[in-house]
């Protein structure tokens, strides 16, 4: 799979009447997210124009499983309060993501420069980098690649974000990959381009 047809099929995605409906409802959540509480369902039933009792079924019905804790609050919508492997530092204030894209593109989004900190799924390599709106700095190792996922399925985190990774290098991406014909590894400016393109969305 090239990069140029995954994020083909992302824009299609994100721009289709499914995808406008989760940028709508999901800009306003992952902003209720970053005051690093976990939002109710009425709250995010109300961001969203649904009722509470509804709100998770209207996201599923959208391929957009919401991140619940165990009291029924939402959690994570690309964004997370939850420690994962994928975090990003802005002004001081840490949060995590559900993909390596998230990383990229949420650092445009809102417009900062992001210390962003992951692992390599293969080697164990930390991996650490600054984003901004003009783009990635200080990439360690600097071999980094990034796999990105073909984004189709009923849960965007299993057939898109769990796929879409930063590793250490090109071979190791190719290892994790060599089965999945789905998915592009990207150097890190084309991932970084594919994120710029997804943030002018929201």
Same mark, same amino acid.
């Given at each position: 799979m090239d990069v140029a047809s995954v994020r083909q099929r992302l824009l299609e995605k994100w721009t289709s009447p499914k995808g406008l409906d989760l940028i709508r409802a999901g800009g306003p959540l992952v902003a209720s997210l970053m005051q690093g509480k976990p939002v109710s369902l009425d709250e995010a039933g109300r961001l969203a124009g649904v009722p509470a009792d509804q709100i998770l079924d209207w996201w599923a019905?959208?391929? *957009?499983?919401?991140?619940?804790?165990?009291?029924?609050?939402?959690?994570g919508a690309g964004l997370s309060?939850?420690?994962?492997?994928?975090?990003?530092e802005i002004e001081g204030r840490t949060f995590w993501a559900w993909c390596a894209m998230d990383c990229l593109m949420f650092a445009v989004v809102l417009g900062k420069e992001a210390r962003v900190r992951s692992t390599c799924p293969v080697t164990g390599t930390p991996i650490t980098m600054l984003v901004g709106k003009n783009g990635v700095r200080e990439p360690s190792p600097a071999s980094v690649v990034v796999t990105i996922a073909w984004p189709d399925g009923p849960d965007i985190r299993k057939s898109f974000c769990d796929r879409t990774s930063f *590793?250490?290098?090109?071979?190791a991406a190719l290892e994790a990959t060599a089965e999945q014909k789905d998915v592009a590894v990207a150097t890190l400016e084309e991932a970084f381009a594919v994120g710029k393109d997804l943030a002018a969305l929201f």
């Open positions: 019905k959208r391929d *957009y499983i919401l991140e619940c804790d165990s009291c029924g609050n939402v959690v309060i939850v420690p994962a492997r994928h975090s990003f *590793y250490a290098t090109r071979e």
